[in-house]
């Protein structure tokens, strides 16, 4: 890469990238210890609107990955980062599984609307009240705006067509905090004291994971795991950095080529 | 009207022209009994999604406007039509008060997905099942897209969102069958045998009835009554054909310049 700096920074998708449901990819963990030697830092970064840190660290342990909270970046934290800048009041419209990573956030008399995959919130009422809220001034604040995502009976509304009927209700535009916003990437990168040219991103899901990432600075890198389809890399534009068949083979990649 | 052969149908709206909730417009039953002596069809044309032919004429029978179930025609009869016309057989996102006007038509087995206001029926579980249809290839039908309306304890969401959210997840568009669609006022006026530029609409609303009645080539009067606001005939383009007090001045000007 010619006129490149060295890299500094790798951002790693979780879902779909290391494991899946509640297996590992096949030699992700050896792959993850081997980057580990290298001097570079190390972010995981996930979208995720109804694990909380604790249960996704949990996971990962259960699967013999090895990682620290400090390392995890989450569509969550990002939220909970975006209210405490803006010093806003959240009515937060998540399910109980992702409250713990809004400990301590002030929510009584809200002025502020998050909202996550939460089934059990999206009734007539409770978007009712979310709507009087954004119709006085209350931001409206999304986790991420997936379509859709895959459930075991298959597939199951996202965040997203709840964050566009209020759009649409209002005439407000959400904020989008997870992938592939290019504010995500950038805050994943914040503490890391590394500019997104001195970084590589690498997940399955080319539109959120490597566009995102492309798009914010970085280079991404496709892998031909989880959620990938046939063909995915040609979707976007400009095309991955590189595609490769699992994170062992992104993992040689970096360590051979861009350090 | 140079040019302009003799009007031979007035389609009038009902809340906010002829009443208000349980109000009659001060006239408006003298106005329509006017009407009535001069040689013109006419039609009530009115976005409901909740309430059934029946209930609306009982309630304008309470306040002494005469009228029959067939001059009444309402969105719910349109989506019915689109039923009929195309043999689909509707999952019908509805409320009970509503069905009535749906009474016949077969719903085993569904193939399309017909929106109303329906807050019992607006949970995830119920929006979720409709999604799934339409990415099998049901087509969805919105009663209308109506963002929000005025309830007593204040603003409330409409249909639209939860059509719009549909619209989202799914990347297919509604059929909109209510005001302001063309198709719905040439539908109105298709037993009547006139063409629209024979025909006037008088309503309350700017946007659904004047703006809506003149884009199908007919005339528009706007009314200062119900939902109608200072400057609303400066919203849309082209402008009103008349922009009067109340539903008598618009029989005054159909009586004495459009026959």
């Known amino acids: 890469m010619a006129g490149r ?29 081997r980057l ?8 995981f970064v996930t979208n995720t609107t109804k694990e909380c840190k604790r249960n996704l660290l949990e996971r990962l342990k259960r699967l013999n990955f090895d990682l620290t909270e400090k390392e ?19 009515m937060l419209l ?13 929510t009584s008399e809200p002025n502020a609307v998050v909202i996550g995959l939460a089934p059990n919130h999206f009734s007539y009422q409770t978007l009712n009240r979310a709507f009087r809220m954004i119709l006085e001034g209350a931001p409206i604040i999304a986790i991420h705006k997936a379509r859709y995502y895959k459930r075991k009976d298959g597939l199951a509304l996202g965040p997203g067509p709840f964050v566009a009927g209020l759009e649409y209700a209002t005439d407000c535009k959400a904020t989008v905090v997870g992938k592939p916003e290019k504010t995500f990437f950038a805050q994943a990168l914040s503490d890391l004291g590394c500019s997104p040219s ?8 080319a539109r959120d994971d490597v566009c995102g990432a492309q798009n914010a600075g970085m280079l991404g890198i496709l892998v031909r795991t989880g959620k990938y389809r046939e063909g995915d890399e040609n979707k976007i534009d400009p095309p991955p950095h590189l595609t490769c068949n699992s994170f062992t083979d992104a993992v040689d990649h970096i360590l051979q080529n861009l350090l």
Chains 1, 2 share one sequence.
């Open 36 to 43: 580990r030697q290298a001097s570079v830092a190390i972010k």
């Open 198 to 205: 001195d970084a590589v991103m690498i997940g399955d899901d």
């Open 72 to 90: 995890l970046f989450t569509s969550l934290s990002a939220a909970r980062s975006l209210l405490e800048q803006k010093q806003l009041r959240p």
């Open 5 to 33: 700096r060295a890299l500094k920074a790798v951002l790693i998708d979780l879902s779909g990238t290391l494991h899946i449901e509640d297996t590992a990819v096949p030699g992700a963990q050896d792959a993850l210890n």
């Open 94 to 106: 998540v399910e109980d599984s992702a409250l713990e990573d809004f400990t301590g956030v002030v």
